[in-house]
């Protein structure tokens, strides 16, 4: 895997099913004190059925927050009683940004923002999970293209300010950013 020091932010992409959220469960796995942050709301039956497999996946000890759209303050929060906070994930945390702004995307600029600013300033170290949606076809719909965007602008920023990038396909971990150790 790697290398997770204090204070580190790595952002984990990958496509649906490309084994991402696995990967930082086992990023996760050797710290004693984490907090997993959920952007999901259990909307419907099949969500709350992955919710509640996703759960199984985690250890007791581990904290869980639900949050779907304040993770700026949850970090700034969350921070000090952590070694580790995993945001999972970026896509639903854009879905709902966009729900709640109702096309104003100057709102969710503020707080993308503010998250920004609250990774650059953890004293944990922070992962994050997103999808990559930028390789594939181009949404029929203007709200599928306004998600895509702002989907596409979230991990570009998260990004810039990440010390590691780690890429997901078929469940095997490519480094963009930073340092990774694949084990075999």
């Keep these: 895997m790697q290398e997770m020091g204090r204070g580190t932010v790595t952002l984990v992409l990958g496509g649906v ?4 959220s696995r990967y930082a469960l086992e990023l996760a796995r050797p710290l004693q004190r984490v907090a997993f942050i959920a ?7 099949e969500m709350q059925e992955k919710i509640r497999r996703h759960k199984l996946e985690r250890p007791e000890s581990w904290k869980t927050i639900e949050e779907p759209l304040e993770l ?4 700034e ?15 639903i945390f854009a879905a709902n940004l966009l729900d709640v702004a109702e096309g104003d995307l100057l709102n969710a600029a503020a707080r993308l923002d503010r998250l920004l600013d609250a ?7 922070v992962v994050l999970v997103s999808n ?9 719909y ?3 293209r306004r998600y895509r965007d702002l989907l596409g602008e979230i991990n570009q920023r998260v990004a810039a300010v990440a010390d590691n990038v780690v890429l997901l396909v078929a469940g095997l971990p490519l480094a963009l950013k930073g340092r990774i150790e694949v084990q075999q």
Excluded: H, M, N, Y
Aim: hydrophobic share 45%.
């Design 17 to 20: 099913r490309s084994g991402k």
């Design 39 to 45: 952007t999901a709301r259990a909307s419907d039956g």
């Design 72 to 75: 700026a303050r949850v970090v």
């Design 77 to 91: 929060e969350q921070a000090a009683q952590f070694d580790l906070l995993l945001i999972d994930c970026l896509t």
């Design 142 to 144: 203007p709200a599928g």
């Design 132 to 140: 990559e949606v930028g390789s594939g076809v181009v949404p029929a």
């Design 119 to 125: 990774l650059r300033a953890s004293s944990a170290s």
